[in-house]
């Protein structure tokens, strides 16, 4: 019987018996370590809804939908700032609080994964900063 967790994790028992499992991925679990699995948070693949089912095994394929697809990086300023402020707009409009650090000023993981070329630190600070100006203006 296969189970599925809602996080990555790895469960041992006292008898012997360990399995790791990956969040959102149905997972073959021993008959001896069934009766445990209730009380990780852990459920059985047949007792889950397909809806639910569906949900979870989406969100762990799930990649985010590339906004730019540029071959090479984009040498010009005009290119890049262009690609930063419309990625800026597009996780403001997503309003996801996990785009964001603490301080306001998005993360580079979303970034790359709208723009699709490497963005560093001082340069996406420098841009949200001029982005934050053109907003107030």
């Known amino acids: 019987m296969k189970f599925i967790s809602l996080v990555d994790q790895t469960l041992s028992s006292t008898s012997g018996h360990s399995v790791g499992f990956k969040a959102g991925v149905p997972t073959f679990v ?3 370590l069934r009766p445990e699995m209730k009380s990780y948070g852990i459920v059985a693949e047949a007792d889950m809804s397909d809806a639910v089912k569906t949900a979870l095994l989406n969100v762990s394929e799930v990649e985010p939908e590339p906004e730019f697809g540029f071959e090479t ?10 690609a930063f402020f419309s990625a800026f ?7 996801q609080r996990e785009n964001f ?6 993360h580079n993981r979303p970034l790359l994964a709208l723009m699709k070329f490497r963005v560093t630190a001082l340069e996406r600070d420098r841009m949200w900063e001029e982005f934050q100006a053109e907003q107030t203006a």
């Open 101 to 106: 650090l603490s301080n306001g000023v998005p």
């Open 89 to 95: 707009r597009k996780l403001q409009e997503r309003g």
């Open 30 to 32: 021993p008959p001896v």
């Open 73 to 82: 990086e984009p040498t010009d300023p005009a290119v890049r700032k262009a």
